[in-house]
């Protein structure tokens, strides 16, 4: 990733967070306690949620955040560089910081694999009342790193259930990112690197 962004000419700061423990996997609640430790190191105004096994193919698919948030990507090795489902926001997604925050960022009900990029589409089409956008296809294309599956992160059988019911993007929309993220989640921050725009 630091050769690709480099190339960018991009400033950029990466920051993974890592899970502990033996519960499933909150891939919703990672990326809030992220947003919320990086807010505290330096007043970014764009954030890339990016998963760690999909590396970018193609130059043109430049990391910085536009007026609405932003699928990136859409198209991944693994699943023939298509598109899935029009409503598909998993993956790699960027974010100004405000409306990352009038969102209330990701759910962080999803624990195993499964519905939080879902759920995600749907709070910022109903909170922000924005659509996403997306560079074309043929710019968006991802390399997924195979990985060793791990048993926190098996699918959630109840996955369908939370998005569709009564608890889901609407009812979250006042519970705050910080007490939810801290209580569910035990975590480690690592700054891994900042490189300066030359």
């Given amino acids: 990733m630091h050769l690709f962004l480099k190339q ?24 809030n306690v992220g947003f919320i430790e990086a807010i505290k190191l330096y ?3 764009c954030f890339i949620f990016h998963d760690v096994d ?24 693994k699943f023939n560089y298509k598109l899935l489902y029009p409503a598909l926001f998993g993956g790699v997604t960027a974010f100004h910081t405000d409306d990352f925050i009038q969102a209330n ?15 995600m589409y749907f709070r910022v089409i109903k ?9 074309p296809i043929e710019i968006t294309r991802y390399k997924m790193i ?7 992160g098996k699918r959630n059988p109840h996955r369908d259930t939370i998005l569709h019911s ?7 929309v006042n519970v705050s990112l910080i007490e ?9 921050l690592n700054i891994v690197k900042k490189s300066k725009k030359k």
């Fill in 8 to 31: 960018q000419k991009l400033d950029y700061t990466i920051i993974v967070v890592n899970q502990h423990g033996n519960e499933s996997f909150n891939r919703g609640a990672l990326f």
């Fill in 43 to 45: 007043p970014f105004t």
């Fill in 146 to 152: 195979r990985t060793h599956g791990h048993k926190s």
């Fill in 105 to 119: 960022g990701y759910p962080n009900v999803y624990w195993g694999w499964g519905n939080e990029d879902d759920d």
């Fill in 180 to 188: 939810e993220s801290y209580e569910q989640i035990r975590n480690r």
């Fill in 127 to 135: 909170n922000l009342k924005k659509n996403i956008t997306r560079y």
């Fill in 166 to 172: 009564k608890y889901n993007y609407s009812l979250d």
């Fill in 54 to 77: 999909l590396l970018p193919e193609d130059l043109r698919n430049i990391y910085k955040c536009d007026s609405h948030p932003k699928h990136m990507s859409v198209a991944v090795d």
